[in-house]
Antibody, heavy 125, light 107 residues
Framework: QMQLQESGSGLVKPSQTLSLTCGVS??????????WTWIRQPPGKGLEWVGC???????HYNPSLESRVAISLDRSKNHFSLRLNSVTAADTAVYFC?????????????????WGRGTPVTVSS | EIVMTQSPATLSVSPGESATLSCRAS??????LAWYQQEPGQAPRLLLH???ARVAGVPARFRGSGSGTEFTLTINSLQSEDFALYYC?????????FGQGTKVEVK
């Protein structure tokens, strides 16, 4: 049974770079049909999709973050990572990593079928 | 960006009764719509995809319907573990977007 676990710095200073890693256990990150996603949730608020990475290397990012965000994958370590630079207090949130799976019923996009527990990140000096 | 609007924000329901949650998309998303349940302090859990397809292990009392821009999640005979926050999410277009959530609370 595949599991995801986020790790990284829980406290980041304003203007610095937020770096998080999502470790994949119980299976290979290179398993066909999957793509890898970051989603965040500010305190007391709803969910915001950050971006995703396909195994082909293609990435999609939320336009509101696109100039500051990068998602990458390390197959040797079986994990994927999020980098968000020039952070402000508005980036304070719980960050979730998730697996995206192609919807064979609709032939459309991908839903998030497996989530990590989330890791809180606070941006503060 | 496709805006997802959920209503109501809060739904007060007695255990054993039914709850109907609505989700509206600002433009058609076909059937590329998922529902998630989130309990306090936990990650969201996928309940349904393709608007109405239950994920393995999700009880049959959870029923999804709709297509295009109007979607509904019905929870029949609410159990104690069903009182939680529910989000809809479209995966038809970029960026992926979520509704703001509906909290189902005990009446």
């Amino acid at each position: 049974q595949m599991q995801l676990q986020e790790s990284g710095s829980g406290l980041v200073k304003p203007s610095q770079t937020l770096s998080l890693t999502c470790g994949v256990s119980g299976g290979s990150i290179m398993t066909g049909g999957y793509s890898w996603t970051w989603i965040r949730q500010p305190p007391g608020k709803g969910l915001e999709w950050v971006g995703c990475l396909y195994l082909s290397g293609t990435t999609h990012y939320n336009p509101s973050l696109e100039s500051r965000v990068a998602i990458s994958l390390d197959r040797s370590k079986n994990h994927f990572s999020l980098r968000l630079n020039s952070v402000t207090a508005a980036d304070t949130a719980v960050y979730f990593c998730a697996r995206s799976y192609y919807d064979n019923l609709t032939g459309g996009g991908r839903y998030f079928d497996l989530w990590g527990r989330g890791t809180p990140v606070t941006v503060s000096s | 960006e496709i805006v997802m609007t959920q209503s109501p924000a809060t739904l007060s329901v007695s255990p054993g009764e039914s709850a109907t949650l609505s989700c509206r998309a600002s433009q058609s998303v076909g059937s590329n719509l998922a529902w998630y349940q989130q309990e306090p302090g936990q990650a969201p859990r996928l309940l349904l995809h393709a608007a109405s397809a239950r994920v393995a292990g999700v009880p049959a009392r959870f029923r999804g319907s709709g297509s295009g821009t109007e979607f509904t999640l019905t929870i029949n005979s609410l159990q104690s573990e069903d009182f939680a926050l529910y989000y809809c999410q479209q995966y038809n277009d970029w960026p992926r977007t979520f509704g703001q959530g509906t909290k189902v609370e005990v009446k």
